[in-house]
């Protein structure tokens, strides 16, 4: 089989890398790729924006199955495209693709099947949402309806900033057409928790959980990153909880895809804030995580390609899903200054002395023979351990022996 994936990060990296494992699995592509996926796949320059020029190449190429990364084309509806011409693709279409590309959309779908999540309302006029902020109470969540790259959740401890927040998103449009429209939620307590979830059309079968550790620096201060590091399985989800979130969370999600005729297939990330057992769902996302992936697929036994193809097929069962015992952690290493300003073209060295642990590449790139930092997110080092302590020691320890000008890491992922 020819498998092409969409991406250039360290979930990329990740897919590619257990991808390979599949004995079904001849040749891969990877468009655009980076430095450390290029070392089991093909390069192709094509951006991820350029659904077009994707099919293209999956049509001229003979592809077999593509696996879709990240948001943007899925929201831009690629799936629907590789579809029309007749190539098997793996990610929800451009439907599905609603519950990422606006967060209202799912919110009201959140409670139209009474799925526990946080208060809500939805505010296309500024006037109108400056009056009604303080019936959220301080402090208090603002999200841009749209994509945002990440960015567009902003935590406004007291009003000042709230209403500054809601000036830029919704007069400044910092975040263009995304923050026209806007959601203002309650604040939720608690400790996060990603379900990375398969669904199948008929099924939901979550994967193993994780925790993603979304601020810049240790103990949870500065500002909000993509994710600085995971591991997994998450320590709260003991059989209660698990059966607790399968129940109250993903069965329902699950009735209201089928009963709203919404055919998803691929992966559904479930955002959950957990807090004295109880799980409200924060966001989705229609598409794996990044940096969960790195951890999570370490810990896959099972043919990802075959449960690929099941999902499209929508026959996948839960015995198809099966996890190491072993815990694993990611630690993601970032550009100085990231996720403000940060510069690129730093030389990565200490690559090589790195032991049993794996180095996905987030934001990397060739130059002049060397491997260069070319993004935030740069590397993201995982390993796995008995424990989650000793996962951790290990994805530290190499940590530890690379370099680059700027590097800055967390030092409490997991702990
Ligand atoms: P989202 O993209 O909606 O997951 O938001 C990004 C991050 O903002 C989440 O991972 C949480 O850390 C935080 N967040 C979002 N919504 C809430 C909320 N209602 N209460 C507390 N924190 C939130
Ligand atoms: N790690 C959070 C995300 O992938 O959106």
Wanted: glycine share 10%.
């Amino acid at each position: 089989m020819k498998v092409l994936v969409i991406g250039s990060g360290g979930r990329e990296h990740a897919l590619i890398w257990k991808i390979k494992q599949s004995p079904k699995v001849t040749k891969i592509f990877c468009a655009p790729g980076n430095a450390g996926i290029q070392e089991l796949a093909t390069n192709v320059d094509i951006p991820v924006e350029d659904i077009k020029a994707l099919a293209d190449f999956a049509v001229s190429e003979g592809i077999d199955l593509t696996v879709v990364g990240p948001e943007i084309p899925l929201v831009a509806g690629i799936t629907d495209e590789f579809k029309a011409r007749g190539l098997n693709v793996f990610g929800p279409d451009k439907a599905c693709s609603e519950f990422e590309g606006s967060k209202a959309f799912t919110k009201k779908f959140l409670y139209k099947y009474e799925i526990p999540t946080a208060k809500y309302k939805e505010y296309t006029n500024l006037s109108q949402a400056i009056s009604e902020i303080d019936t959220f109470g301080y402090p208090v969540v603002i999200k841009a309806d749209g994509l945002a790259a990440g960015k567009g959740v902003i935590i406004a401890e007291e009003k000042e900033t709230a209403v500054k927040t809601l000036k830029d998103m919704m007069e400044k449009e910092v975040f263009g057409e995304s923050g026209k429209r806007i959601v203002i939620e309650e604040f939720l307590e608690g400790i996060e928790a990603s379900i990375l979830c398969f669904v199948d059309g008929n099924k939901i079968i979550p994967m193993e959980s994780a925790q993603d550790y979304k601020r810049a620096f240790d103990q949870d201060k500065g500002p909000n990153t993509g994710g600085m590091g995971t591991y997994s399985p998450n320590r709260l989800f003991d059989s209660e909880l698990n059966k607790i979130t399968k129940d109250e969370i993903l069965q329902p999600i699950m009735e209201g895809f089928i009963s709203e005729g919404l055919d998803y297939r691929g992966v559904l990330f479930v955002g959950l804030m957990i807090k004295n057992n109880v799980p409200k769902v924060l966001e989705f996302n229609v598409r794996f995580g990044d940096p969960e992936t790195e951890s999570v697929l370490l810990r896959l036994e099972s043919d990802i390609v075959e449960i690929f193809q099941k999902v499209i097929a929508g026959n996948l069962e839960e015995s198809d899903l099966k996890w190491k015992e072993e815990k694993a952690v990611c630690v993601v290493l970032a550009s100085g200054g990231y996720p403000d300003k940060y510069e690129k073209n730093k030389e990565i060295t200490g690559l090589a002395d790195v032991k049993n642990a794996v180095v996905f590449h987030c934001g990397t790139k060739c130059l002049d023979g060397k491997v260069v930092t070319n993004g935030g997110r740069v590397l993201a080092v995982t390993a796995i351990g008995n424990t989650i302590e000793e996962a951790a020691d290990i994805a530290y320890e190499n940590a530890g022996k690379i370099y680059f000008e700027g590097m800055q890491y967390r030092k409490d992922i997991s702990k």
